[in-house]
C-alpha cells in the first residue's frame, strides 16, 4: 500500500470514456461475469438511473438483475443486506448523497457491523454508490459531501475516484470486494472523459502520487483531484513545484504513501469539498501531523468547504475549493523565502 | 368524480358552489400558465431546474383553496403552483429552483412549509405543527402534500402514524401520478390503492378525481373540516397524472408511451373545468380573458421578477447557520470577505482566471 | 382461538394433529424453563441482560415449529426461545446477553440469523433473504419476527412493503405483547389492529391468540404454505403477553397493574395446552415428567456453559472488522498487544492500579 | 469564549446531585419556567425514561407537556420540527446513541438546516437528549459515540457535558437556544455525583480547564474527562505536570482557549473514546496542529477509542481510554529528558 505513480498509458491507443461511461461498464461487466451480481435503486432500471450509470443494463440483463425498488432508501439498503447475506452481490443505488440518509441505520448498525457481530460468519458483500459532491449547480440536498460519516464508522470501505479509469477499476474491486463498500461517485467528473489504463490499476487501499513535485504536497481524492492538479499547474508557472497525491481510498487510508509524499516535501495541504470542521480532511491533517511531524516546515493546511450548509447554486463556486484558495494556502506554509 | 372527463355533471354528487368553481378555474388557469412560464425560464436558464405540476393544477388548486388563513400547507418541490395559489408571490416562490437560496418567502406570512425535495420528510413536521397547534386549542388544519413514490418512504409512515396516535388534524393528499420520476406505481405498491394505506393507521382514507376540481374542493374540504373537528388525520389520494417529464432534465420517454400521454391530456382538469362552467353559464369568453389576463399577469411578474439578477449576498452563507456565528463562522466569514475584497482589488485577471 | 383458556377446544377449527401439539407443549416447557434459568443467570451476574419471553412461549415455538429445515428465520432480541426451538446451542444463543461476543451462532447453520436489536431494522433484511431464494427459484420462507412497538417504525413498513412489491415469501409475525417497555399499545397505534397494516401493503393480515399453540400452529402453517406457495408475503398479528418485566433493568411496576398481569398469568399458555393435551389423554405424567427431564438438561446445558468463564479473545476485536485488517487496523492491534504483554509481565501493579 | 477555571464552589454549603438528577432538574425547571417546552420520546412518561432522567415530569406537568411517542425515531425528530416550527420548545430524548440514527435525515437535512434554509425565519429551538458513549456494560448499539456525525454537519450545537453542575447548566442553555442542540449525555456518569455550582457556570462554546498543570495539555469531553483527570493525578505522583482542559461544548469549539491551554505547556494528548478515525478527536488534533504549530514540541496525541466497531461488553475495557494509555501517549511526547 505505497503511493505509486499511476501507470501510465500503454502503447495501443487507450479508450476515452466518461466517468458515468466507465462506471457503466463497469456495472455491465461485474453483472456478465457473475450471475450473483444485482443493481438495484431508484429509476436504475427503464431510466437507467438519473445520471445514466445504469442505462442499458436492464434491456441487457432483465429485470431480475437489474432494477427498480420502492422509493425507500432504508429499505433499500436492508433488502441488499437479506441478498448479500443469501449469496448474492448487491450493487445499490443512493440517487443523491443526501438521500442516503434515511438509510443511515441500515449502513451503520447493519452493513457496517454484520462481519464483526457474526465474527466473520456473514459477509457481506455489497457496494452502496452514491453521486457524491457538489459543482454542479444542484439544489440543496443533491450536492452533500457526505464521506465522514462513512469513513468514521469502522467496517465499511470508502472509495472516492477522481478519474474514469479508476472509477471502473475501484468500482470492479469493490464488487468483487468480500467486504461492503462505500463508493462516491464525483457527480461533477460524470462527464469528465479520461483514458481507460490498460495495465494493472493500484488497488482500493493505495494512494497514487498524480503529480510529482518537490515544494509541498497537496493531498486530495474524488472532486478535488482535478482541481488540485489545476492548482499545481498554476503554481508551476509562478515556479512553485506541487505534488498531488489522489487518495482514491479513505478507507483503507494509505497512511504510507502519504506520508513519504509528505516527507519527500516537507510541506502539506489537504483539500477536500466537504464542510471542513470535522469533516475527513482533519483526519488526514491529524495523521500527517502526528506521523510526519519532524519533516514538516509549516503546519499542515487544510482547504475545504465551509462549516455551512451546502449553499445554493449560485454561490457554490464560495463552498469549492478553488485553485486560489488552494494557492493562498499553499503561500501561507512559512517559506523561508517569504 | 363529480364531473366526467367532458365536463358533464355525474350522479355521484351535488357540486361545490359555482363561485367556488369559477375561482378553482381561474386559480388552475394561473397555475397552468405558472407552470409553462416557469419550463420556459429553465430553458431561457433563468431556473436551474423545474418539476412542473402540469395536469395536476386540479390538485394544487384545491389543496390552496380549501384552507383557512391560519391553516398550514406543507409543499414538496413540485408543489409550487399550490403554494402560488395560496398567496405566497411566484418569485419567492421559485428562489429554490432559480438557485439564489434555498427557500425564498416567509412561512409564517401565508403559513406555508418550504418546498421539500427530501420525500416524506414534511409529513411528520405537518403532524407536530398540527399537534403543537391542537395544544394550544386553535383550531389550525394543516394540509400535507406527497407523490405516490414518498408513500414508500418510512418517514410517510411515521407521519400518519403519529397524527393518527395524537389524533392531529392534518390532511394528508397525495397526488398519484403514477410516477415517481421513471418507476410506475406497480412498484410502489401492491395495495388497491394507496388511500387503503390509511387503514393501517386508522385514518380515514378516500380517493378522489385528481383531475376534477369539483371532486377533490368536496373531498378535500370535508376531510379538512372532519379534521379541524377533532376526528383526526385524514388521507385523500387523488388520481392525476403529470403531463410533463419529472423535470426538465428527465427524458419521460423512456419510460410513458406517448399513447398513455395522450390519454391523460385527454384527461386535462382544465378543460373539463371549463367545458362545465361554459354549459352552466359560469364563463363567458369575457370572463375568460379576465381570467387568462390575470394569469398573464402572473407570468409577467415571475418572468420580471426571475428575470431580474439579484446578487446574493455572499454574507447570508454566514448568516443563518446559527443565530450567532460560531467563531469558526466568524473566521470563514473573515476569509471570504478577504478574498472577495482582494477579487474585487484586483484589475489584473486573478490566479484562477490566469491559470484556465 | 382454537383452544380457550383453560384448554377447551373453541368452535373455531380443527386443531393440528396430536403429535404437533405434544412437540409444541415440550417446546414451550424448555422454553419456560430456559427463559427462568437465563433470568436466574441475570440475577447470578453471569449475563448482562436478559428480555425474557416468558408468557410468550407459544408464540417462540411455533414460529420454530412451522417452518422447514431450508427457512430462515429472524429474531429479535427477545426472541431467544425461538432461536433455541428451532435447534440453536442455548449457550451459543445468549452469547449476546452474556456479552462475550455480539452474537453467538453461525446464522448459515440452522438458518437464523443473529438476534437484532435495532427495532425492525432486520425486516427488511428478511425481505431480501426470501428474495434471492426466490430469484434462485429455491423454496425457501423467510419468517421474521417483530414486536407491537417495532411495527411503527419506517423499516417496519419499507419491509412489509419490499416483501409485498417483490412478492418475496416473508411471513411477518408481530408478536404483540401490548407493551413496547413502558409503552402500551394505544401510543403504538389507532388502527383496529396490527393485522390491519397489511392491508395498506395489499399483504393478507391476520390476528391470533398468541398464547394459543394449537391456533399459532393452524395459522403461522397456513402464513407459511401460502408465502412458499408464490402467494406473496403474510402478517400475522399474535396477541400475548410478556409475563415479566421488559429485562432484569426494567420495572414493570410503573406501568402496569398487578390485575392486568394476573389476568394474563390466568392465560398462561402452558398451562392451556397441557389442560388440554391431559384431557385428550395425549400427556400424562410419565411423558411430563419426560419433557421437564429434557427441559432441566436444556437448562443444566445453559447454566453450565454460561457460568464457562471463557476468556474472549482480544484479538478477535481486529479480526473481523474487514475481510483483511487495514493498517490502522494492524499498528492499533500492535499497541494492544503491546499493551496486553506489558500487563501480563507486571509483576508489580500496573500503574492505573496504583493510581487508584 | 476563552477558558476559564471552572467557578469554585461557593461559600454556601453546595447540592450534591447525580448527573442523571441534574438533568431531571434541568427539565422539571424547564418545563415549569416556560410553558412551550415539552418533553416527549419512548419510554420518557410514566416509566420516567430507561435512565430515569424524565423521573416525575408526566406527574408533575401532565400528559401535553412530557409524554410517550409511537416507537419511531425519525418520527420524533420530524415531529419534533413541527412542534418547534410552531411555537414549542421540544426535547427529545433518543432513548440510546444508536437508535438516533433512523433520525438522521431529520437530523441532518431538517433540524441542521432549517434556519438557514429559510434565511433565520424558521428557528428551530429544539434540544435532542442522547444517553451516549459506553462504560457501562451495554450490549451493542447501547455505547456508540456518535458526536462526529452531528459536530461536522453544519447547523447543529453539539454539546457534551462532564459534571453534574455543567448537566444542569447546558441543558438549561440548550433549552433556551434558538437553535437545535444536540445534548450528548454520557451514560457512565450519569449515576456520578457531583456538587452543583451556585455561580454562574461558562456557557455552551467555552471549554474549561479543570486541572492546572504546566508539562502536557489533555484535551478531554464528557465521558473522558473524569479519565484526563485520573490521569493527571497518577502523573502528578511520578512528578509530571499534566493540565486538563474540558471542551464541554464541541460546537461551538473554542479555539482560544484551548489554543490557550497547550501554548502555555507546549503538548498535547487528545483524549476521546469515540473511534479515532475521523472522529472528532481528529479535528482537534488538526487544529491544534494548525493554530499552536510553533508552541508545540511534539505532534499532538489522540488517545481514542480503537477503529471497530464498539465490543462486546467483556472486552469494552479495551476500546476506552485509560489511564495507563493516556499515560504511554504522554510519554511519547518527545521530553528531552527522555
Ligand atoms: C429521500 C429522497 N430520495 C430520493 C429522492 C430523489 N427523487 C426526487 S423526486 C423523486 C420521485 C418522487 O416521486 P413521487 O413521490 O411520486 O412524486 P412526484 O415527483 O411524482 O410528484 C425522487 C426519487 C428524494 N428527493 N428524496
Ligand atoms: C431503533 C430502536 N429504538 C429504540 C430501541 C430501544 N428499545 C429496545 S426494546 C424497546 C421496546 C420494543 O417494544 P416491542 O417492539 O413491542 O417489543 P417487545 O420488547 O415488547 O418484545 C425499545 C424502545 C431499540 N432497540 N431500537
Ligand atoms: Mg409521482
Ligand atoms: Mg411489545
Not at chain 1, 435503486?41 to 436492464?58: I, K, Q, S, W, Y
Not at chain 2, 357540486?15 to 409553462?36: I, K, Q, S, T, W
Not at chain 2, 390532511?171 to 421513471?182: D, G, K, W
Request: with cysteine.
Amino acid at each position: 500500500m505505497t503511493a505509486t505513480t499511476a501507470p501510465t498509458a500503454a502503447t495501443v491507443a487507450p479508450e476515452t470514456l466518461s466517468t458515468a461511461q466507465a462506471i457503466n461498464r463497469a456495472l455491465r461487466d461485474a453483472l456478465a461475469e457473475d450471475p450473483t451480481v444485482l443493481v438495484l435503486g431508484e429509476d436504475v432500471g427503464a431510466l437507467g438511473g438519473v445520471f445514466r450509470v445504469t442505462d442499458g443494463l436492464t434491456a441487457e440483463f432483465g429485470e431480475d438483475r437489474c432494477f427498480d425498488t420502492p422509493l425507500a432508501e432504508a429499505g433499500i439498503a436492508g433488502f441488499a443486506v437479506g441478498l448479500a447475506m443469501n449469496g448474492m452481490r448487491p450493487v445499490i443505488e443512493m440517487q443523491f448523497d443526501a438521500f442516503a440518509y434515511p438509510a443511515f441505520e441500515q449502513i451503520v448498525s447493519h452493513i457496517a457491523k454484520m462481519r464483526n457481530r457474526t465474527r466473520g460468519r456473514v459477509e457481506l458483500p455489497l457496494v452502496i454508490r452514491v453521486p457524491y459532491a457538489g459543482g454542479i449547480g444542484g439544489v440543496e440536498h443533491h450536492c452533500d459531501s457526505s464521506e465522514a460519516y462513512y469513513a468514521h464508522t469502522p467496517g465499511l470501505h470508502v472509495v472516492a475516484p477522481s478519474t474514469p479509469a479508476d472509477a471502473y477499476a475501484l468500482l470492479r474491486e469493490a464488487i468483487a470486494s468480500p467486504d461492503p463498500v462505500v463508493f462516491l461517485e464525483p457527480k461533477k467528473l460524470y462527464w469528465a472523459k479520461g483514458e481507460m489504463d490498460r495495465g494493472p490499476v493500484p488497488g482500493i487501499g493505495t494512494a497514487v502520487v498524480r503529480r510529482q513535485g518537490t515544494d509541498a504536497t497537496l493531498i486530495a481524492y474524488g472532486p478535488s483531484v482535478p482541481v488540485a492538479l489545476e492548482a499545481a499547474e498554476v503554481a508551476a508557472r509562478d515556479g512553485r513545484s506541487l505534488q498531488v497525491v489522489d487518495l482514491r481510498s479513505l478507507v483503507p487510508y494509505d497512511d504510507a504513501g502519504v506520508c513519504a509524499a509528505v516527507e519527500s516535501t516537507g510541506r502539506a495541504v489537504v483539500v477536500a469539498e466537504a464542510s471542513g470542521f470535522a469533516g475527513f480532511a482533519a483526519e488526514v491533517a491529524a495523521r500527517v501531523g502526528e506521523r510526519c511531524f519532524h519533516s514538516l516546515a509549516a503546519p499542515v493546511r487544510r482547504v475545504t468547504g465551509l462549516d455551512i450548509p451546502y449553499p445554493p447554486p449560485k454561490l457554490e463556486h464560495l463552498q469549492l475549493p478553488s485553485v486560489d484558495r488552494i494557492l493562498d494556502a499553499v503561500d501561507d506554509l512559512q517559506w523561508e523565502d517569504a | 368524480m363529480l364531473l366526467d372527463p367532458d365536463g358533464r355533471p355525474t350522479a355521484a354528487g351535488a357540486l361545490p358552489p359555482v363561485e367556488d368553481l369559477v375561482r378553482g378555474y381561474a386559480g388552475m388557469v394561473v397555475a397552468r400558465r405558472f407552470n409553462e412560464q416557469a419550463s420556459a425560464l429553465v430553458r431561457q436558464g433563468r431556473l436551474a431546474v423545474y418539476p412542473s405540476s402540469s395536469g395536476q393544477e386540479a390538485c394544487q388548486v384545491a389543496a390552496a383553496h380549501v384552507l383557512a388563513d391560519g391553516d398550514w400547507i406543507f409543499p414538496t418541490y413540485r408543489d409550487t403552483a399550490a403554494v402560488v395559489a395560496r398567496g405566497v408571490d411566484p418569485v419567492e416562490t421559485l428562489v429554490l429552483l432559480k438557485g439564489d437560496w434555498h427557500s425564498g418567502y416567509d412561512p409564517y406570512d401565508r403559513h406555508v412549509a418550504p418546498l421539500t425535495t427530501p420525500l416524506a420528510t414534511q409529513l411528520p413536521h405537518a403532524a407536530g405543527v398540527a399537534h403543537a397547534a391542537r395544544l394550544r386549542g386553535e383550531p389550525t388544519v394543516v394540509l400535507a402534500l406527497c407523490g405516490d413514490g414518498a408513500t414508500s418512504e418510512g418517514d410517510f409512515h411515521e407521519a400518519l402514524n403519529f397524527a393518527a396516535v395524537f389524533r392531529a388534524p392534518v390532511v394528508f393528499l397525495v397526488q398519484n401520478n403514477r410516477y415517481a420520476i421513471s418507476v410506475p406505481l406497480s412498484r410502489q405498491t401492491a395495495a388497491p390503492s394507496l388511500a387503503h394505506k390509511g387503514v393501517g393507521y386508522g385514518v380515514p382514507g378516500e380517493q378522489v378525481d385528481g383531475n376534477d376540481l369539483a371532486a377533490l374542493l368536496t373531498v378535500l374540504s370535508g376531510a379538512v373540516a372532519r379534521a379541524r373537528a377533532g376526528e383526526g388525520p385524514q388521507l385523500v389520494e387523488a388520481h392525476t397524472y403529470r403531463m410533463q417529464a419529472h423535470t426538465n432534465a428527465d427524458d419521460a420517454t423512456r419510460y410513458r408511451s406517448d399513447e398513455e400521454v395522450a390519454a391523460w391530456v385527454a384527461r386535462d382538469p382544465l378543460v373539463r373545468l371549463e367545458a362545465y362552467l361554459r354549459a352552466e353559464g359560469a364563463l363567458d369568453d369575457a370572463r375568460a380573458a379576465t381570467i387568462a389576463a390575470d394569469a398573464e399577469d402572473v407570468a409577467r411578474r415571475t418572468r420580471d421578477g426571475i428575470n431580474e439578477d439579484v446578487e446574493p449576498d455572499p454574507e447570508d452563507l454566514f448568516r443563518h447557520v446559527y443565530s450567532r456565528p460560531t467563531p469558526q463562522l466568524v473566521e470563514q466569514l473573515a476569509m471570504v470577505r478577504d478574498e472577495l475584497a482582494r477579487d474585487a482589488l484586483a484589475a489584473a485577471p486573478t490566479r484562477q482566471e490566469a491559470g484556465r
